[in-house]
């Protein structure tokens, strides 16, 4: 009951995901991300949190995505009523759509992205989340709620918008993670006015001198 885009930024090899849902709760639910592994999405009729971390187990351990989502999807006797995509280190994109999830539905792999979604208003959604962020300017996360914009204004999620979510992974800093767990009519709008709040001031200062994988025992100045 979803839509999401995983993306690998070729410029800064940094990774992001987000998402959107007429639920609650999305970015606790579907995303997952490990710079060393990649990201991943799980969603679907009855998402399952296990797909989002076994997968990216697989491509820690070596795993191309399109192999990792399927060893994780083969072993799930109740895999047609979940949805599964994932995005390694290589930008290389790998997705599972169950049949029991509701149309429209499905995934679109591009270089160095994956859209997926369920319940969609029409499935052109995937094609418009795409070229949003393709399309977008700036930094990666204001291109992320872009593209999920992009996604809204075509149709998206059939039921409306109740959460939206951002998780942006880089090297030299600590994680993004951003959720608009609920909210009654503009999550979209909600998770920009986070983003702007988190990405300047005194917040981004302090985040910006907390442990990241490049520097594990950076501290305050």
Not at 23 to 28: A, E, F, H, I, N
Not at 204 to 221: K, T
Request: charged share 25%.
């Amino acid at each position: 009951m979803t839509f999401s885009l995983l993306v690998r930024d070729p410029e800064t090899g940094a990774l992001a995901g987000a998402a959107a849902t007429g639920s609650l709760c999305v970015g606790g639910w579907v995303l997952r991300g490990d710079l060393r592994a990649g990201m991943s999405a799980s969603q679907g009729a009855s998402p399952s949190s296990f797909w989002g971390e076994d997968v990216l187990r697989c491509m820690a351990e070596g795993l191309p995505a399109r192999r990792a989502v399927a060893e994780v999807v083969e072993r799930d006797r109740n895999r047609e009523d979940r949805q599964l995509s994932a995005l390694d280190v290589g930008g290389q994109g790998g997705a599972f759509t169950g049949a029991n999830n509701g149309d429209e539905k499905g995934a679109l792999i591009f270089p160095n992205g994956i859209v997926a979604g369920n319940i969609l208003a029409d499935a052109k959604v995937l094609v418009a989340i795409r070229d949003g962020y393709l399309d977008a300017q700036g930094p990666l996360g204001r291109r992320m709620i872009a593209a999920l914009e992009a996604g809204r204004a075509a149709g998206g999620d059939s039921r409306g918008l109740m959460s939206a979510a951002l998780l942006e992974l880089r090297r030299d800093t600590a994680p993004l993670t951003l959720r608009v767990d609920f909210h009654e009519s503009d999550p979209l709008g909600a998770l920009v006015d986070l983003y702007a709040h988190a990405t300047s001031g005194e917040y981004a200062y302090w985040a910006r001198q907390v442990p990241s994988l490049d520097d594990p025992e950076r501290g305050l100045d």
